[in-house]
């Protein structure tokens, strides 16, 4: 494992430097994962866009007073996990703003309307109705939660996940990406990797990188990250996602991080944390994502054949056949995956409620098998 102020030490590498460090973490990502790379394949579920943070870089939450700012009903739910199960899509992945109702009045009313004083139990419900009507496991990405709030969700979600973001406190200050927002203290995203662990839930997070973070930060959030793990065991994956500015945020004019940050961001983070966490960043975000394969990656996260990116939605979906095309180009093959990894899944653990056991079992038997037979140099 790679030591601080060596992680650290890899700030401006490029050329020479950098290709050494990805031939080291891909080296790394090999031995643990072999040659197959996976994606799950899923439907996106925006359940409510209103939030109580306005994060600087986000064009997913809505204002109040915008016409487009909603919550979706039991029936919107239904038919898009529907139609994600027609197209053979296996995740129904719930992604929603943080606690409306504590900060606006048009929340309030829209979950009166609906039967709930709560968005978490509108969450709570919808994904119980998602896998009692149809196939799909709920992965529920709600962002900062609880302890009684991941207690009340884990029997209902396969998997969860909230993105740590940074540990940085810079970015809570006035003119930063997370200024005025409740939800994104590290004190608050550090709690819930916490309380996840202590209940074995089977959890997803990452980090969010160029919103003003320093390389330094960058290093020790991962490192934050592999700390809870190593106490609970309970982190499947850690996503290295790339800040994009998008149009009409306080954040539209701030650099984007280039692929050479990306490459040594993934290269570290596959150095820093445990062999068992899979390594995960988003194919739509790069137009050449391929080249996160020798960086270190061995995960594409979800795609979807029907929903859009909700949270990105100006960058569209590679189609499948063009990841398989970009992992095949370089030795690999792409594997379906489902929202919980294997090595999480094995009847009567601790990670799955028994209903969501058994769901999990029959599902593992309908996943794509990866996309050629693997072929095998023998060394005699
Ligand atoms: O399509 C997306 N999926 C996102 N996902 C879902 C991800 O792609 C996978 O579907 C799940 O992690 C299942 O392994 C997240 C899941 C989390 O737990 C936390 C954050 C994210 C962020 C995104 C995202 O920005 N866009
Ligand atoms: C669900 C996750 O989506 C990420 N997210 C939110 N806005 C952006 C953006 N402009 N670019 C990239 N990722 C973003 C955050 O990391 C959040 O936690
Ligand atoms: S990124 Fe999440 S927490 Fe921040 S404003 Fe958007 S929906 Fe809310």
């Not at 992945?93 to 968005?119: C, I």
């Not at 004019?253 to 490459?263: C, G, I, T, V, W």
Request: charged content about 20%; aromatic content about 8%; proline content about 5%.
């Amino acid at each position: 494992m790679i030591s601080v102020s060596e992680a650290i030490s890899y700030e401006h590498a490029t050329g020479p430097d950098l290709y050494a460090l990805c031939q080291q973490a891909s080296k790394v990502r090999d031995e643990y994962w072999g040659k197959q790379l996976t994606y799950s394949k899923k439907v996106f579920i925006p359940l409510t866009n209103m939030c109580r943070d306005s994060c600087g870089y986000c064009t997913f939450v809505q204002a109040p007073d915008s016409p487009h700012a909603n919550y979706m009903t039991p029936e919107q739910v239904l038919n898009t996990a529907r139609e994600g199960a027609a197209l053979d899509c296996k995740e129904a992945l719930f992604s929603l703003g943080e606690r409306p109702e504590e900060r606006h009045q048009k929340a309030r009313d829209l979950l009166h309307s609906l039967g709930y004083n709560n968005t978490l139990d509108y969450l709570h419900d919808q994904c119980e109705s998602v896998l009692s009507e149809t196939s799909l496991l709920p992965h529920v990405n709600a962002g900062a939660l609880s302890y009684n709030e991941l207690k009340q969700l884990k029997p209902v979600a396969a998997s969860m996940g909230m993105m740590l973001e940074n540990i940085s406190n810079e970015l809570l200050k006035k003119g930063q990406a997370h200024h005025a927002c409740p939800d994104k203290t590290p004190k608050r995203r550090l709690d819930t990797l916490e309380q996840a662990g202590r209940l074995d839930i089977a959890f997803t997070t990452g980090i969010l990188i160029g919103i003003g973070e320093s390389w330094e930060e960058r290093v020790r959030s991962l490192i934050a990250i592999r700390d809870r793990h190593l106490s609970y065991g309970h982190i499947q994956e850690v996503i290295i996602q790339n800040f994009r500015a998008k149009a009409g945020t306080a954040m539209e004019s701030y650099q984007e991080p280039n692929l050479h940050d990306m490459k040594r961001t993934i290269a570290i983070a596959r150095l820093i944390l445990p062999n068992e966490i899979s390594i995960q960043a988003p194919p739509n975000l790069e137009v050449e994502y391929g080249s996160y394969i020798n960086a270190g990656i061995n995960d594409w996260g979800g795609i979807s054949p029907l929903t859009k990116d909700f949270i990105n939605p100006e960058r569209a979906w590679p189609q499948i056949s063009s990841v398989t095309q970009a992992c095949e180009g370089l030795g690999y093959t792409l594997g379906e995956r489902l929202t919980i990894y294997g090595r999480f899944q094995r009847q009567d653990n601790k990670y799955l409620t028994s209903n969501l056991s058994q769901r999990v079992a029959s599902l593992v038997s309908h996943l794509t098998r990866p996309s050629q037979p693997l072929i095998t140099l023998v060394n005699h």
